[in-house]
């Protein structure tokens, strides 16, 4: 298959989005750190002549919101996020429906799934309970018996949920699953988690259904140690992943088979990651097995710096950092895991900037559409072309690669081989020295109706029309001689203040064009040319910006 007839086949796949919504709204796992967004900045916060940005500062926990569970959840000597491949979050597997046949504290079994729909070797395996209508974004579940005649979402949610039985999760490592995603707080029944011991009262309601189902104490269901064993130590070793809290279109694809994308943020310290998760059905005339063997033959290339405590943030934002508030050993009778706290301001890893980081009346991250991120694009590579504190034009990106009206358009300038996770880092050079586009770039753009930028550096703006041309005037002076050098002007008069200042953000933001910073990964092997370009991005419904993975598809060679 050719390069065009691999993007049309990926244009026309059928997009359904797995993933609920993130807010401060969102219920964070039981006693831990609710999502908290401040804003450190405002637009008119600025100094220097041109107008700010409006920047958020968050605290949040990572079992928050849709998330990937990974191994260092329970194992600590096993994989972090950013160690498992795209390969293992991505496949064939199935969306099946349980719940006309779960309820409260319920246990679910391998025969319920296989009963409703065909399970492979290796799929990805969602499951429906149902109880994603507990979640935050969605409708009271009205009850006559309960208090103020609703169900408590929150104890509906992560507290009654059904759960797997004893023997579910052997029959998924002998079936090979690569990763097990549920529509509720956790992929494990709760009463199997230290929520047994922060609700006693919820858990003697639990036990005594399962005396009455099974004949059988909690305890004798599921002995504490061969539990443990199982979940903590034999689960991990298989690389059985848990992807939590999906949602979103769900309902849409009851038990049918689909390709499974559940993309985390690639996260280095961490045992947990939030994540978007999305299934593909075959475009209209395509087979199933088709589709599949297409999707299988596909190369991604992930762009997606690792996300660390290493990461440097914007000049005078707030660094990443991570706090474990509780370790596998430490805790509820073995029935512990790590989990962090973390605390980090946007502008740091490969991030995308939305609307509202420049433009008060913009949509916030999680308001834009999921198709709005996937798409027809192409990588320009000009990094022969631009050297330290140079312009890049529209005629550069022109001459390198045959961009169309509508696409997603991703520079690569060469300055990711400056960022941290380098060998030939040079923070200075990636953050204050790299090249940026002419004054004549936003207008191309919107003439070209591009659907949003990447850059492989710190910034889609040159950093000379930012604060960072008050904050160093001697790499500005440089710059400046530069310019004149090439263009016969001086740069007040290539870039009026009033006119270009952060003109990438203040120009294009209004009109829906934004942008993503800090790519790079495999970008350094991307050659010029036409993809099939993804932004998998966490859907936070207050963010302004927000991390996420960033894919370039294109047929295997």
Known sequence: MNREEFIKTLSNAK??????????????????????????????????????????????????????VGERAFHSGARAISDIP??????????????????????????????????????ILIINTGYHKYGWDQPDVHNPDAQGGVENKEFGYYVRHPGPSPEFFRWAMDMELKIIGVDCGSAEHPMNTPIRYMHAGEFAKAEAKLKETHGKTWDEMFPPEEYHKLTHIDMPKAHLLLAESLGGQIDELSNKRAWIMIEPIPYMEVESAWSRAVALLPPDGMSEDDFFNFMASAEMLDLTVPFSVQTPQWANYEPLTVTYTKRVGGQYFGMGRNNAHCRASFHLGTHMDGEKHFWAAGRTIGQVPLEQWFGPGVIADISDKVSDSSVYTPQMIMDAVD???????IIKTGYYKYGWASPDSDEFRYMIKHPGPSPDFAQWCLDMEIKWLGVDCVAMEHPMNTIQRIWHPKTFEEANRKLIEAFGKDWDEMYPLDKYYQDMHLNLFPKGIVHAENLGKDIANAESGRYYIAAFIQKGMELASCWGRFIAFKESD
């Open 403 to 409: 961009v169309r009206k509508g696409d997603i358009l």
């Open 15 to 68: 997009m359904f989005d797995l993933t609920q919504g993130l807010s401060i709204f969102t219920p964070p796992w039981p006693g831990e750190k609710a999502l908290q967004v401040h804003f450190f900045k405002r637009l008119t916060g600025a100094y220097g002549g041109g107008q700010g940005a409006n920047g958020q500062l968050i605290e949040w926990s990572n079992n928050t919101g849709t998330h990937l």
């Open 86 to 123: 795209l390969e293992a979050l991505s496949g064939p597997g199935v969306i099946v429906d349980i719940s006309d046949a779960v309820s409260d504290y319920s246990l679910y079994t391998p025969e319920m799934i296989t009963e409703r729909a065909e399970v492979k070797k290796g799929d």
